[in-house]
């Protein structure tokens, strides 16, 4: 430990000391994941405005040095009693100086796991609690939830079980062999952290409980059954033949307390599978519902449903916003939650009424054998939505000639024009918005002093085709379906460079090499430790061309799994072979929509394609994951795109002020805060998604 990392470190130690009641922890900071406790992105912080944002220069660099071949960093950093907390590509927790970028600890939780279980996903954001002198930083790796002591780094090993609690085990299943990780942080409530997770999206994925852990010891304190059990309100809108069997339901976009009334705003994704619902005749409450729950007790105070049976992977992806409007002369406290459909939905926080009608509208019927989806979908008359809602023959990409036809061609047999449409059993269907939105799980920002939110959106087209599962009599073939199929595509061609081709895996790879990989799992690619050696050792025979199709070995652990009867093809975007979009642009968008009335402010598109740009076609937008946060002096700041850069708008004008290049893509959504008197904005470059790797976080401030 060096001299100044001491010095600092002791000086922290006095601010705790000296404090007889916890330290005020004040906008200035940004210490939740959303910024304010209110998840609104949004720092009252003045000293960048709209007249100076231009001059801002990089003031720190901060580099990881862990990144590695399609790695990424998703964090957005806390920032608490002038300490700034994140995540490196690897999973490393590490704390800074907010001021001037230097480390005072970095921890990697996979020394104290043992290193075995070397895949933890891709990690969001940390939770900050404190009281008195006391300070901890929670945090999940892998299937583990972890404290830190927030002052030397060093983990709470009387928290949990040495240190850890395995979120595999208190879900009220018999079964703990699940893929379980928790992308997002953990909402804090008085000594509680509330905990969603990321689960697989296929028949073994486990259920999506959400459940609340003592900050001090570890001990589950409540559970609230997102797949009810028997005698629980909302299980008669499952089969119950199947009901047990079927996971999901999951919060894994994070979630927004209100403190003062104690209640926490869950989101909840789709059940599994996500694109056959066969085995879930009904609506299946409680996924894709917004929840709201008693943060003390886990009891549901009220929920409301977007999407009855989902096939169409329509997760709620962002914690929702806490907000405060003015509707008909009446001010209101309303909670926000935007959603991959590019709608917002709005209810009083309390009550859980609409702001604004949601009626059930009639729906196309699905056609798929074995499936009943539902008659109707609720569809919010407002606020306006942030994005187009359906994708027509007059939207098809016509910028080039040979570009068009291409589409045209893929289109040929395809269903457009309907939102709404399910999955077919014969023709591909044109899901639009895509499955990564619409909205994602960057979020909205909320402006409290004009009752602006803010939301950035992907306008992409993507492809749903299925094929009846035809590998019921070759095990290898059905466990890869069952495991890879959704991402890596029936055909093993992947979607390279973001998804990799498994094709002529056995020239890369030797069985213990790829057993390995298997079993600890790899950048975006997850740990399939949860499923058994002789299944893993079936999926290598098949990869590797040992597994013919017509192999009819079984597997005692076989026996009592379900399969769905159809699968997804692969997650398709719909583009040229040159990579373009399938649609018209803009591909990306910023919107600004006024939530007293409902009303869209302004909408730009957000990024460019350069190569695009060089030719006169200016302007398009492009494809962006991370979030957006807006101040009090009038500038909103983002990432997100894949054109490596960082912007600033005028929040009431959406003119762009300023911009600036990245090492690398700045998928996340960035912090401000404030250090000594001056006012930083920070950003996390792990790039991914297609682009290249980064392990660099970049603040900038105005020059002295």
Not at 279 to 292: E, F, K, Q, T, V
Not at 491 to 515: C, F, H, M, Q
Not at 552 to 581: I, Q, V, W
Not at 672 to 679: D, I, R
């Amino acid at each position: 430990m060096t001299c100044k990392t001491l010095f600092a470190l002791t000086l922290f130690a006095l601010i705790f000391s000296c404090s007889e009641k916890p330290a005020d922890i004040s906008y200035t900071d940004w210490p939740h994941y959303g910024g304010p406790e209110d998840g609104s992105r949004y720092s009252d912080l003045t000293q960048i405005t709209t007249e100076n944002v231009s001059q801002l220069q990089v003031a720190w660099t901060y580099h990881t040095g862990d990144a590695t071949e399609r790695s990424q960093i998703q964090c957005q950093p806390i920032v608490a009693n002038g300490i700034l907390y994140a995540t490196t590509p690897q999973l490393n927790v590490f704390a800074l100086d907010a001021g001037t970028g230097e480390e005072h600890w970095r921890f990697d939780p996979f020394a104290l796991l043992g290193g075995e279980n070397s895949w933890a996903g891709t990690n969001r954001g940390l939770s900050y609690w404190q009281s008195g002198e006391e300070a901890r930083i929670l945090f999940t790796a892998g299937n583990w939830l972890m404290a830190l002591n927030a002052l030397t780094g060093q983990p709470i090993l009387d928290f949990g079980e040495q240190g850890k609690v395995d979120l595999r085990k208190e879900l009220d299943t018999d079964l703990e062999d699940f893929l379980i990780v928790s992308n997002s942080p953990g909402a804090i409530f008085e000594d509680k952290i509330i905990l969603g997770m990321r689960l697989s999206e296929g028949l073994d994925a486990a259920p999506g409980h959400i459940r609340a852990y003592n900050v001090k010891t570890g001990k589950r304190e409540w559970i609230f059954h997102t797949i009810p059990q028997p005698g629980e309100e909302g299980y008669e809108t499952w089969d119950p033949k199947y009901i047990q069997q079927i996971g999901g339901a999951n919060n894994w976009a994070g979630m927004t307390v209100d403190q003062d009334r104690g209640i926490v705003y869950v989101p909840t994704g789709s059940a599994t599978y996500d694109f056959w619902g066969g085995y879930r005749s009904g609506d299946n409450l409680y996924a894709n519902s917004l929840l709201a729950l008693d943060a003390r007790t886990g009891q549901r105070i009220w929920h409301f449903q977007a999407v009855h049976h989902d096939v169409w992977d329509r997760d709620f992806p962002a914690n929702p916003n806490l907000i405060r409007i003015q509707k008909d002369g009446k001010w209101i406290d309303a909670v926000a939650q935007i959603s991959k459909q590019g709608m917002t939905y709005v209810f009083d926080r309390e009550s859980g009424e609409p702001i604004w009608p949601i009626p059930e509208t009639p729906v196309t019927q699905s056609v798929m054998p074995g499936e009943v989806s539902s008659k109707t979908q609720p569809t919010p008359s407002m606020p306006e939505p942030f994005m187009k809602m359906v994708f027509e023959e007059k939207d098809i990409l016509n910028l080039k000639p040979d570009w068009e036809s291409d589409i045209r061609n893929q289109l040929n047999n395809a269903i457009l024009g309907d939102t709404w449409a399910p999955p077919h059993p014969e023709r591909p269907i044109v899901l639009f918005p895509g499955m990564d939105g619409g909205g994602e799980w960057g979020g909205a920002s909320f402006d409290p002093e004009t009752q602006t939110l803010y939301v950035n959106a992907n306008q992409i087209p993507w492809l749903i085709e299925m094929t009846p599962n035809a590998s019921f009599g070759n095990v290898g073939q059905s466990i890869y379906t069952n495991y890879c199929g959704n991402c890596h595509g029936l055909d093993r061609k992947g979607n390279p460079p973001s998804i990799p081709s498994l094709v002529g895996l056995k020239e890369k790879y030797a069985t213990d090499s790829l057993e390995k990989l298997l079993r600890q799992g790899r950048g975006a690619m997850p740990s399939f430790s949860h499923i058994s050696s002789e299944e893993r050792g079936v999926l290598i025979d098949f990869l590797f061309g040992k597994a013919e199709e017509g192999d009819k070995k079984e597997l005692a652990s076989e026996s009592s799994k379900l399969y769905p009867r159809y699968y997804m093809k692969g997650y398709k975007r719909l583009l040229t072979k040159d990579g373009l979009y399938g649609s018209n642009p803009p591909w990306g968008l910023l919107t600004a929509i006024d939530m007293n009335t409902g009303l869209k402010k302004w909408q730009i598109p957000l990024g460019n394609v350069d190569s695009l740009a060089h030719q006169g076609f200016k302007n398009t937008g492009i494809e962006n994951y991370g979030g957006p946060v807006t101040t009090a002096g009038g500038v909103l700041f983002i990432a997100a795109t894949k054109d490596e850069k960082i912007r600033a708008f005028d929040k009431e004008t959406g003119e762009l002020l300023w911009e600036a290049q990245l090492p690398a893509a700045g998928h996340a959504t960035p912090a401000v805060f404030g250090k000594n008197g001056k006012q930083y904005l920070v950003i996390a470059c792990g790039g991914g998604k297609g682009t290249k790797s980064g392990d660099a976080y970049v603040a900038f401030a105005l020059p002295d």
